[in-house]
């Protein structure tokens, strides 16, 4: 029925990871969580892990960049079933479309409700500073422009529609639920939001393409997310996403700065601790029928 270009991607290829899947645990999340570079720290939240090495899990893509340990980790966050991607999928590592969201049709198809996307990103917004938080309200998709989109080839209704709507991609009561939590936490000074806008990569942005992305009205760059928010929202979950601001992106030609990996990660691990007290504390409030309670 379908062309070769979606082989290993179909609904059934996806059934069968995730029945293999739930055939090696008794967890039923109904969260699940994608850990950005250097994010990974997240996972290790969940109590009574059940975690497979991606390379052991059928059909499954490998993790290559430094900072993506490559493990789905099942486990209970404060009683709650959450499944958690250690390490995610890029363009740039050279996986097509269709696989670097293969993981969140998987998650769809044992039950998932509701997903949590979490990256490192440059910081276009001029007041934004390093180790912000940015609660992702809307997104520009600049691959997508170019017809790259993980939702081209045809489409398996059993998903979702052809032409779905993505004026809501970004659901508005989580990303009220997150600003409430960071008030509660304390979090008010670095807490923020904005729009996110994913780029191939793997090079960081000249100059001039910062500037353009922020004259676009862009508040964070980075090179994932928007491919994962697109497919869960095709199948009808609910996302909410964040940005760790681990870097400015340059754009004055007499700077000193240099935009590289190992600040990312190194940024991570000093927010780590907070990012993960406010997902952590996000799901206890996600209720099993995902209202905001
Ligand atoms: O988006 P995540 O996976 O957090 O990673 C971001 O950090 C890496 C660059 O340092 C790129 O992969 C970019 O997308
Ligand atoms: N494209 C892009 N991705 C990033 N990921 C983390 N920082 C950056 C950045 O400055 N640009």
Redesign the pocket.
């Known amino acids: 029925m379908f062309p070769e270009a979606n082989k290993g991607y179909s609904y059934e290829d996806c059934k069968a990871t995730a029945d293999w899947l739930l055939a090696q645990t008794d967890v039923r999340p109904t969260v699940g969580i994608v850990c950005?570079?250097g994010?990974g720290g997240l996972a290790d939240m969940l109590k009574d892990q059940v975690a497979f090495n991606y390379k052991d899990i059928p059909n499954f893509p490998q993790s290559t960049?430094h900072g993506?340990a490559g493990r789905l980790v099942f486990g209970t966050l404060k009683g709650r079933p959450c499944v958690c991607m250690q390490g995610?999928f890029?363009l740039y590592e050279g996986y097509p479309i269709h696989k670097i969201t293969l993981p969140i049709r998987i998650f769809k198809l044992i039950g998932v409700e509701t997903v949590m996307l979490t990256?490192?990103?440059g910081g276009l917004n001029q007041d934004f500073k390093v180790g912000d938080i940015m609660i992702i309200k809307d997104h520009l998709n600049m691959p997508g422009f170019a017809g790259i989109n993980p939702l081209s080839g045809p489409n398996d209704e059993r998903f979702g529609v052809r032409f779905p709507c993505m004026s809501d991609a970004y659901d508005r009561e989580l990303q009220q639920m997150a600003m409430d939590v960071g008030q509660e936490l304390g979090y008010g000074d670095f807490l923020k939001e904005g729009i996110y806008c994913v780029l191939g990569?793997p090079s960081f942005e000249t100059i001039a393409e910062s500037r353009m992305l922020h004259k676009l009205g862009v508040d964070a760059v980075?090179?994932?997310?928007v491919p994962e928010a697109i497919i869960a929202r095709h199948c009808g979950m609910r996302v909410f996403a964040l940005s760790l601001i681990t870097n400015h992106a340059v754009m004055d030609y007499d700077s000193e700065e240099k935009a590289n990996?190992e600040e990312?990660l190194q940024t991570g691990k000093q927010r780590a601790e907070q990012l993960e007290r406010l997902v952590s504390t996000m799901v206890t409030k996600i209720e099993h029928n995902n209202n905001y309670v």
């Open positions: 950005g570079s994010l960049v993506h995610r890029h990256n490192a990103a990569g980075g090179m994932s997310t990996h990312v």
